[in-house]
Nanobody, 117 residues
Framework: QVQLVESGGGLVQPGGSLRLSCAAS????????MGWYRQAPGKQRELVARITTGGRTNYADSVKGRFTISRDNAKNTVYLQMNSLKPEDTAVYYC???????????WGQGTQVTVSS
C-alpha cells in the first residue's frame, strides 16, 4: 500500500510563506502526476497545483504567481511553496498521486494551513 505523508502546514500571517512537503513511500520517478488539492470548510475539494512526469505544471487561477509546485525524484517528494498567503488560502491541503492512468490514485492525510493575523 502506497503512503503519502504531508508536512509543513501551520499558522501563518497574511503575506507570509509556507512550504508543504509530500513524501511518497514509492518511487515517483515515472509517476504520471502528483498534485496538491485543498478543501476549506463548507467547500468542495479543489485542485491547487499539479506536476506531471514531464515536469509540466498547472495551477489554479487563484494561486498563479504565488504558489510553486516542484518535485525531487531522489527523495520521492513533491513540494508546494506558498508565498504571499491570503486568508482565503486557509484550508486542509492534500497530496494526490497517480502512477498510471487507469489505476487508483492515492491521497495523503492532509495538512492544515491557516492564514490569519
Amino acid at each position: 500500500q502506497v503512503q503519502l505523508v504531508e508536512s509543513g502546514g501551520g499558522l501563518v500571517q497574511p503575506g507570509g510563506s509556507l512550504r508543504l512537503s509530500c513524501a511518497a513511500s514509492r518511487s515517483i520517478f515515472s509517476i504520471n502526476a502528483m498534485g496538491w488539492y485543498r478543501q476549506a470548510p463548507g467547500k468542495q475539494r479543489e485542485l491547487v497545483a499539479r506536476i506531471t512526469t514531464g515536469g509540466r505544471t498547472n495551477y489554479a487561477d487563484s494561486v498563479k504567481g504565488r504558489f510553486t509546485i516542484s518535485r525531487d525524484n531522489a527523495k520521492n517528494t513533491v513540494y508546494l511553496q506558498m508565498n504571499s498567503l491570503k486568508p482565503e488560502d486557509t484550508a486542509v491541503y492534500y497530496c494526490n498521486a497517480l502512477w498510471l492512468v487507469g489505476t487508483s490514485d492515492y491521497w495523503g492525510q492532509g495538512t492544515q494551513v491557516t492564514v490569519s493575523s
